[in-house]
């Protein structure tokens, strides 16, 4: 089975621009989550969508970070204004449900801010 | 407030030997626990799992045990091999939050031929 899709694998931008990420998780799973993970550290979970609907977005800046899955299949992630703060590297990751099973990651997108 | 912590960055040891590393976690609630594996540029990849109605599961090469009272589980890889080298992150999580996981901040394994 294909994996989880992720693009760009890498991005560069300027502080206060604007920049997108796309993810397409595996064929059937219904949830899907956003991770943040910045160098030495763990991956942060920034949002968990269940089909089109949100789980959870508590750690997520809203001031600046958006997230959307409209058709319950890909998902994309945007963040306006980038600080400095935002370099890190955001994963996408699937599960088939909610319940208690391992989440399958994508290669991630390594964001730089200049 | 990190919930899931891995002490030890890094570790080095033989071909052949044991690799053992450990994660420690503060909430009691936590009942379901992974491992997970990293190459550089990859994506995390599942290597294991262990709920807390087990203390120990095994998998070839690699078991997870799990010490409920000392909210402890260690990886164990026997034998290990220079393929194993990459960064591994354990992670927890409550049934009741809809299998959202706490991460660790990683441990970075070098196993030496």
């Known amino acids: 089975e294909a994996g989880v899709a992720q693009s760009p694998r890498y991005k560069i931008i300027e502080k206060r621009q604007s920049v997108a990420f796309w993810c397409n998780p595996i064929?059937?799973?219904?949830?899907l989550y956003w991770y943040q993970q910045i160098l030495g550290q763990g991956p942060k979970l920034l949002i968990q969508?269940?089909?089109?609907?949100?789980?959870?977005d508590s750690q997520l800046p809203k001031d600046r970070f958006s997230a959307e899955r409209l058709k319950g299949v890909d998902s994309t992630l945007k963040i306006q204004p980038a600080k400095l703060e935002d370099s890190a590297v955001y994963l996408c990751?699937?599960?088939?449900?909610?319940?208690?099973?391992?989440?399958?990651f994508g290669d991630g997108t390594r964001l730089s801010i200049l | 407030d990190q919930q899931v912590k891995q002490n030890s960055p890094s570790l080095s040891v033989q071909e052949g030997r044991i690799s053992i590393l450990n994660c420690d976690y503060t909430?009691?609630?936590?009942?379901?626990f992974l491992w997970y594996k990293k190459y550089p540029a990859e994506g995390p990849t599942f290597l294991i799992s262990?709920?807390?109605?087990?203390d120990k599961n095994e998998d070839g090469r690699f078991t997870v045990f799990l010490n409920k009272s000392a909210k402890h589980l260690s990886l164990h890889i026997v034998p290990s091999q220079p393929g194993d080298s990459a960064v591994y992150f354990c992670?927890?999580?409550?049934?009741?939050?809809?299998?959202?996981?706490?991460f660790g901040t990683g441990t970075s394994l070098t196993v030496i031929p």
């Open positions: 909430n009691s609630m936590f009942d379901y």
């Open positions: 992670a927890a999580s409550r049934r009741d939050t809809g299998n959202q996981f706490y």
């Open positions: 990751a699937s599960s088939l449900d909610l319940s208690n099973q391992p989440q399958h």
């Open positions: 262990i709920s807390s109605i087990k």
């Open positions: 969508f269940q089909n089109n609907g949100v789980v959870d």
């Open positions: 064929s059937g799973h219904a949830t």
